[in-house]
């Protein structure tokens, strides 16, 4: 994806050249202006397990187009990141939604669902940023590393990176409550709503 302009919220000095800049200037692989500031980044974990073949895939890939429309209005620079039986970066954190639909219509599923691969990516991308940062994690079935799982969420949330998990009627709500930095922010949501479900999540993240 190509990045529109970054530059740091007002608390951070704008003529440095080094620090939070070269940091996300390395995470992103282009330069950061000056000009626009943005208040975040965040990454929307999509879950690609065999569960997730056919309409409930679209649904999830509308739902994250919406939400990186959504996200990029509120000051966020949004990256993308599919799991199931492992996990790999998408999108690199960016303000050009324009590009997202045709990298997220390129996702297949996979075997496997496990949670414990998305959430330890996203917190080594996000780890250094001296930026609002939150994980929104999407999944409709059961983790099979529950425990391991909720190890790395606690890693997020001592670093004070937001986790905002939503699952359907077939994910655990119980576990991901566990793995959400509040209950409320632990979402349930039914199948014909995957759609709506992601993209309303934008609501959770802090302005």
């Known amino acids: 994806m190509t990045d529109k302009h970054l530059s ?6 704008k003529n440095s050249t080094t620090g939070w800049r070269k ?7 282009k330069p950061v202006g000056r000009d626009s ?34 996200a990029v209005l509120q000051g966020y620079a949004v990256g993308i990141i599919r799991f199931s039986g492992r996990a790999a970066i998408v999108c690199k954190p960016s303000r050009d939604v324009e590009a997202l639909p045709a990298a997220l219509n390129q996702l297949t599923v996979e075997d496997a669902t496990r949670i414990e691969p998305p959430l330890e990516l996203a917190f080594k991308e996000l780890e250094s940023l001296p930026l609002k940062r939150a994980v ?4 409709d079935g059961q983790a099979q590393d529950q425990a391991a799982a909720v ?5 997020l949330k001592q670093a004070r ?37 992601i993209r309303a999540s934008v609501g959770l993240l802090s302005s």
């Open 151 to 155: 190890r790395v969420a606690g890693a």
């Open 37 to 70: 500031p943005v208040c975040g980044v965040v990454y929307l974990l999509l879950d690609v397990s065999p569960s997730m073949k056919g309409q409930k895939l679209k649904d999830a890939v509308q739902g994250a187009i919406g939400f990186g429309q959504d």
């Open 23 to 29: 940091t996300v200037e390395e995470l992103t692989g």
């Open 161 to 197: 990176i937001d986790v905002i998990t939503i699952g359907t009627e077939d994910a655990d709500i119980n576990f991901l409550r566990r793995i959400a930095t509040r209950n409320d922010l632990a979402v349930a949501t039914t199948t014909p709503r995957i759609a709506e479900a």
């Open 8 to 13: 740091p919220p007002s608390s951070i000095e």
């Open 136 to 139: 929104v994690l999407f999944t």
